[in-house]
T-cell receptor, first 111, second 113 residues
């Protein structure tokens, strides 16, 4: 089976930096995705890691360590609009490349 | 490119009726589409993988006779919730696969009274 863990909730201050961790135990790992989801809306793609290391994309960065089964999403210069759920998803190497999602981390940005 | 639409965006139905939800890839062809369900304050749960021209693959615990999936063309997959009950009320999201990435539809909120 697939096991993906994230903290349930986090709170951070506007302008600060926050790191959201994700640990996973899966069979046939084939990449890790981070998505942002606002309440009542579909997820939107943030980042993708398949090799170890850091991927930077503007205010968002994502890190992956395959040997440790660990990833994090780093959000810099937090804005109020960053309040959302952040979903870690692991792609499993099947013919269909299924995505399995973690529980999601609900981030609240406060002034 | 890579836009996925869903219809309807929300639906309210009576218990015992069936509801059909459509998922379309608007500007690309998708041999594989996925159906997810999301309950309030929970993450997405993969229900099934829909393959064009063949039977869907259901995840463990998902009743294939209750959630009928038809992937009749490379741009359309449908999910029919048969004999819906209040516990089926949820947010249903589809995604379409292109170049090993999944693109999500806007979701359909189903409320069963």
């Amino acid at each position: 089976g697939q096991n993906i863990d994230q903290p349930t909730e986090m709170t951070a201050t506007e302008g600060a930096i926050v790191q959201i961790n994700c640990t996973y135990q899966t069979s046939g790992f084939n990449g890790l995705f981070w998505y942002q989801q606002h309440a009542g809306e579909a997820p939107t793609f943030l980042s993708y890691n398949v090799l170890d290391g850091l991927e930077e994309k503007g205010r968002f960065s994502s890190f992956l360590s395959r040997s440790k089964g660990y990833s994090y999403l780093l959000l810099k210069e937090l804005q109020m609009k960053d309040s959302a759920s952040y979903l870690c998803a692991v792609r499993v190497q099947t013919g269909a490349n299924n995505l399995f999602f973690g529980t999601g981390t609900r981030l609240t940005v406060i002034p | 490119g890579a836009v996925v639409s869903q219809h309807p965006s929300w639906v309210i139905c009576k218990s015992g009726t069936s509801v059909k939800i459509e998922c379309r890839s608007l500007d690309f062809q998708a041999t594989t589409m996925f159906w997810y369900r999301q309950f309030p304050k929970q993450s997405l749960m993969l229900m099934a993988t829909s393959n064009e021209g063949s039977k869907a693959t259901y995840e463990q615990g998902v009743e294939k006779d209750k959630f009928l999936i038809n992937h009749a063309s490379l741009t359309l997959s449908t999910l029919t919730v048969t004999s819906a009950h209040p516990e089926d009320s949820s947010f249903y999201i589809c995604s379409a696969s292109r170049d090993r990435e999944q693109f999500f539809g806007p979701g359909t909120r189903l409320t069963v009274l």
